[in-house]
């Protein structure tokens, strides 16, 4: 039995970054940079109007309401730099460059315009005011984007702004997917009573695609064992990722363990003092492929899903080790209590509360438990040797969706 501890690190020290390739910012959408983004000039570029209004010296309107003679106008996109005087300002707005001649803008709401060529100032104006100063928000190379960075739609917005229009990223893995059991029928098929769909490739398919790696391939296939290694040979043929769920444990039916082996792959552990979720098995194959067992009740599959295939995607997607897997810290809303010493994974939901978010554990019965897995948002880690949890206790919260 491996420690969940000794488990990642296996894990980690297995999965190597992707090669990195350029995209297309319109494909960039949940790839990880392989390089910084830099500014690639002052941001602002130059100094711009804040507010529709008027560009004014402070100095002439020290004091209000005060009129000046409008002598040009500057909209965003134009070029123009109006020379302006005592007594003299300039239309602009919003976005619009600032004339070198003016220190501060008037909002148009502060003005009345008597005529075209006249406006009344009715407050008076502070020097910079309604100005973003050129380089306000970045200088030219500041990092805007550091090397590993998610790209999601802030990001590529940065990217867009720079002109890193072809960043590049790391190659992201293809997943498949192949559920085992004689038990299983297509979720469109007529099932006897002891008989269950298959509902783990679903979920696996979509949790891939949620997390932005999908589409995955899913097949299914009985515990038999040619048929297995057929489907697996099939798998590590296209997918840089198997996963494999049911027949992972030690039953007479887990035939799962020796087809890895038959495949030609290494198990690197076997085994995860956890619960749900024990059997886990993680393996390394040729071409830098990897295989994971999840057992097959479908708590068991979210678990090691969260724990460590999602971790193992983005870390070969690029991810840093760091941030590859997400968890929050939350008090609990109520009290918690589990059964053995080793480490366990509530289902849990969040809740907010007038002091804040909380967890809260939702009661279920067991790992085959899909109905109470549908009402929780990720799961409560109870750490090894607790038994029990005080409501307010604040716990490690691995939340099964994007934050
Ligand atoms: P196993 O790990 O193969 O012993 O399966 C453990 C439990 O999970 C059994 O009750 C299976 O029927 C159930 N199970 C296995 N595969 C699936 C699946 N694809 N969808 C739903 N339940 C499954
Ligand atoms: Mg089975």
Redesign the pocket.
């Known amino acids: 039995m491996t420690e969940p501890n000794d488990a990642w690190r296996t894990l980690m020290g297995c999965v190597t970054p992707l090669p990195v390739e350029p995209c297309a910012l319109d494909r960039c959408l949940y790839r990880f940079l392989a390089q910084p983004v830099l500014a690639d000039r002052d941001i602002p570029a130059a100094d711009r109007a804040a507010m529709d209004g008027y560009a004014v010296r402070a100095d002439d309107v020290a004091s209000a309401p005060t009129t000046l003679r409008v002598v040009g106008e500057v909209a965003a996109g134009s070029a123009a730099r109006p020379a302006l005087t005592c007594g003299q300002c300039v239309r602009i707005f919003t976005g619009a460059n600032v004339p070198p001649d003016a220190d501060a803008v008037v909002m148009v709401e502060d003005t009345t315009a008597p005529f075209d060529d006249a406006v009344t100032l009715l407050k008076p104006a502070q020097r910079g005011q309604h100005i973003l100063r050129r380089g306000e928000n970045a200088r030219l190379d500041d990092v805007l984007l550091p090397q590993g960075a998610a790209l999601d739609a802030v990001a590529l917005a940065v990217c867009a702004a720079v002109g890193c229009v072809e960043p590049l990223v790391r190659a992201r893995p293809r997943v498949a997917v192949i ?3 004689a ?2 029928k297509q979720p469109e098929e007529r099932v006897g009573v002891h008989e ?6 679903p979920m696996l398919v979509a949790a891939v695609a949620e997390h932005g790696f999908g589409p995955a391939t899913c097949v ?1 296939a009985s ?1 038999d064992f040619k048929e297995l290694l057929l489907a697996l040979r099939q798998a590590l043929g296209t997918a840089t990722v198997v996963l494999v ?5 030690v ?1 007479k ?2 035939l799962v363990p020796d087809v890895i082996r038959e495949a030609g792959g290494t198990i690197r552990y076997h085994g995860v003092a956890m619960k749900p979720g024990k ?1 886990q098995l993680f393996a390394t194959a040729e071409n830098g492929r990897t295989i994971f067992g999840l ?4 708590l ?2 979210l678990t090691g899903f969260h724990e460590f295939v999602l971790p193992a995607l983005r870390s070969l997607a690029g991810c840093p080790e760091t941030a590859c897997r997400r968890v929050l810290r939350l008090p609990l809303l109520t009290g918690v209590t589990t059964k053995g010493r080793q480490l366990h994974f509530l289902p849990g939901r969040l809740v907010q509360t007038a002091g804040g978010t909380t967890a809260e554990s939702i009661p279920n019965a067991g790992s ?1 438990d ?1 109905v109470a897995g549908s009402k929780a948002d990720g799961m409560i880690l109870v750490p090894a040797g607790v038994s029990s949890l005080p409501a307010g206790a604040i716990v490690e919260f691995r939340p099964w969706r994007l934050l």
Do not use: M
């Open positions: 559920t085992t059991g038990e299983l269950i769909r298959d509902s783990n490739g299914s515990d769920t049911g027949g992972v444990s039953g039916y887990d059997p057992p097959g009740n479908p068991s599959v085959a899909l």
